[in-house]
């Protein structure tokens, strides 16, 4: 039996499942390895209601959450499963399997059996069991579920109950460091991994120290010394302290641990200096930059050696962050994306922990001296430029705690206009060269205004569109009266409007040469009307456009050909609100409910959105097809629309995942801000016909493109796929 990885898996090898349920003997589920995962077959099992636990061993380093779905007749597996994270490995999942369920599909993100999956279990559940979980989790679901139950109607009082048993009743970041803490048996499992590495790389830790608390500087060297990996050295420089007690210190840690080392300064260098001089001690393959006030996880250099062992000519790495106050309180999680160089260009999301190869660092000169509170953001910057991403690996683990206590000393908290200043000027010596000027931008962080070449392209502007002229005026008025860019022509395809508004909506542009409308007759296919509509642009950059956009600004499509034109870009979209000015488009996101979902839904404009994403140009997998710019060669390069499979829904997601197969990256902007009334033209999925064929789209998705789907490089695989609001 063949894995998806090609190699032979031995049936004795594959994870263990049963069912079992209340006074019944456990019973065996046969299981078999496909090319896309595990399926566990579910005879008698559909429209059971059945907790579903999948347990790794705690022993063995940790992978991710194992993704769940259910294969119906077809064989094809349906949307991903949201699951609970139980600790020691194990995550569940309970509701009433599909009553054409067939088997379960289990596979890690990509698409093989999980290789840490030690035992999977399906609990039958009673009737008085789930109501007792489901007054535990949400009390007033459960008793509108027995309420419905009481008066017959099952299908509403099974809604309820399924509800309330996804309820966690523990939620937020506290509930996540419960069930993320390594317990004993995964440090043991850490230790011995590592012990039988063959030349583990040895760690240099770069901590300038100026007089911090005495407290939160042992805090930090006592997080050095309860590390699981061994092979580091702390290369620490006394940046002339004035308190007594600092030298003291760090001289009874030097004799204490040989693989201390500590330079005293006579005068105060600053952070930059300091931190230069440690690098001239350090003797290892990779540098890590660690603040004298802060505390690293037991796992962060092991973590960190892993990845080094994965890939040997990786030059930067990242982890995730949180923050500590002085009571040890852990809060403020940082989970962050993979490389964006768009993100990073903006503001230092890289942050902490963050580790640079040892040449690399000393090839651009280390920290310059000058850019005190935004030092490291600088060094990012220069040492990136040119960088090939695959060089660069980000650990989805929360390795580091950020110090938030007042008085440690932190140097970059001590002066924000300067660090704001210094950051603006890092910037702007990176992007100068090829004519990019920095400006400051929303809450402070950089905004990078990019050439646009002379003179401007045309974009051509196609909009599908079916009657409802009221707002389609809106939309031509908007571009064509009130947008500032000089040369935009405008291509309606006109799918079978028959309505006399429409007809004098037509009329009015008659005369105007910038306005073309091009009947397209017959069912209503989004994809055929786009593609079309492709075909008929003269211009360069093709801006896709609902019927249903309203403009706000008039530099909106300037911001969009700014980006639409580099030639690494393949794709651009726009931060769209609705008419109440809450965000219906920050970004699509790969994964959520199954296939993908808007970023910050619902969330209002004015708010900055996670770590500010909603107020910073940053990369994404994909862009909704109401408002994206692209360039007329690419579109043309990866084949357009699906036009047979994906006619209506998720056309633009594929587009996207089209777009970034060819090499190409994806950007969106908060700086072209449109209000879109979304699907006032088109309607609802309403109708038993519209909803098989977003069904069939669906499936088609999950087919084409699962293991991207279950990967968003963007997103943290921390944060929940239920909803992309960046929520754990």
């Not at 006579?266 to 001089?277: Q, V």
Request: aromatic share 6%.
């Amino acid at each position: 039996m063949a894995s998806a990885s090609g190699s032979e898996m031995p049936a004795s090898r594959l994870p263990p499942a049963q069912v079992t349920g209340f006074g019944r003997k456990p019973r065996p589920l046969s299981a078999r390895v496909t090319a896309d995962g595990l399926r566990v077959a579910l005879p008698g099992l559909a429209g059971r209601w059945v907790e579903i636990i999948l347990a790794n061993d705690p022993a063995e380093g940790r992978d991710t959450v194992p993704d769940i779905s259910f294969v119906g007749a077809d064989g094809r597996p349906g949307s991903l499963l949201p699951q609970e994270a139980r600790g020691g490995g194990a995550f569940a999942w309970i509701g009433r399997l599909p009553e054409d369920v067939v088997e379960l599909r289990v596979a890690d993100p990509s698409g093989r059996v999980p290789a840490r999956l030690r035992r999977i279990a399906l609990r039958r559940l009673v009737r008085p069991i789930l109501a007792g979980r489901g007054l535990l989790r949400e009390p007033a679901l459960t008793a509108q579920a027995l309420y419905w139950r009481v008066l017959g109607k099952k299908v509403r009082a099974r809604g309820f109950l399924g509800r309330a048993l996804r309820h966690r009743r523990v939620t937020g970041y506290e509930a996540w460091l419960g069930t993320h803490t390594l317990r004993r048996p995964e440090r043991d499992g850490i230790a011995a991994e590592i012990a039988a590495w063959a030349d583990p790389p040895l760690i240099s830790v770069l901590m300038p120290v100026h007089d911090p608390d005495p407290k939160v500087l042992r805090a930090a060297l006592a997080s050095l010394d309860a590390q699981l990996y061994p092979h580091w050295e702390l290369c620490v420089v006394d940046d002339a302290s004035t308190r007594p007690a600092i030298p003291k210190i760090l001289t009874q840690a030097a004799e204490a641990d040989p693989r201390i080392r500590v330079l005293t300064r006579l005068e105060n260098g600053h952070i930059a200096r300091a931190t230069n001089d440690a690098l001239g001690l350090a003797r290892g393959a990779v540098c890590a930059f660690m603040d004298h006030d802060d505390v690293l996880t037991v796992d962060a250099f092991y973590e960190v050696a892993r990845a080094l062992r994965q890939d040997p000519d990786l030059v930067l790495i990242y982890s995730d962050e949180d923050k500590i106050d002085g009571r040890g309180r852990r809060f403020d999680p940082h989970f962050k994306a993979g490389f964006d160089r768009e993100l990073l260009y903006a503001q230092n999301y890289i942050n902490h922990l963050t580790v640079v190869r040892t040449e690399a660092l000393r090839a651009v000169g280390g920290l310059r001296p000058g850019f005190e509170g935004s030092q490291d953001h600088d060094l990012l910057l220069r040492l990136t430029d040119g960088l090939d991403p695959a060089r660069i690996r980000h650990i989805p683990r929360v390795l580091y705690h950020w110090r938030a206590a007042q008085g440690s000393g932190t140097f970059s908290d001590r002066s924000l206009a300067r660090a704001e200043a210094a950051r603006l000027r890092a910037l702007e010596e990176v992007v100068a060269p090829w004519g990019g000027r920095a400006e400051p931008g929303p809450n402070g962080f950089n905004r990078l205004i990019r050439p646009l070449p002379a003179p401007p392209p045309r974009v051509s502007a196609i909009i599908p569109t079916r009657d409802r002229a009221e707002i389609l005026s809106v939309t031509l008025d908007g571009l064509l009266t009130a947008t500032d860019y000089p040369d935009i022509e405008v291509i309606i395809l006109d799918n079978d409007s028959r309505e006399p508004e429409t007809a004098a909506l037509f009329a009015r542009y008659r005369d105007d040469p910038r306005v073309r409308v091009v009947p397209v007759p017959g069912a209503f296919n989004f994809s055929d009307l786009s593609n079309r509509g492709a075909a008929a642009a003269t211009g360069p950059v093709l801006l896709f456009l609902n019927n249903d956009i309203e403009v706000l600004e008039p530099d909106w499509l300037t911001e969009m050909v700014r980006h639409a034109v580099r030639p690494e870009i393949g794709a651009v979209g726009a931060k769209l609100l609705y008419p109440d000015r809450t965000i219906q488009h920050g970004g699509i996101v790969l994964g959520i409910g199954g296939v993908a979902g808007h970023s910050h839904l619902g969330v209002p404009d004015a708010d900055p959105g996670y770590f500010c994403r909603m107020v910073i140009a940053h990369e994404v997998s994909a862009v909704t097809g109401a408002c994206l710019a692209m360039r007329a060669d690419v579109f043309r390069q990866v084949g357009g629309f699906d036009a047979v499979a994906l006619k209506v829904a998720f056309n633009d997601v594929d587009l996207c995942l089209k777009i970034r197969r060819a090499g190409y990256r994806i950007v969106w902007t908060p700086f072209a801000r449109l209000i879109h009334h979304e699907s006032k033209s088109r309607g609802a999925e309403d109708t038993p016909e519209k909803q098989k064929r977003f069904e069939g789209e669906v499936l088609t998705m999950l087919d084409r493109w699962g293991p991207e789907l279950r990967a968003d490089p963007y997103y943290n695989i921390n944060l929940s796929r239920n909803s992309a609001h960046y929520r754990v």
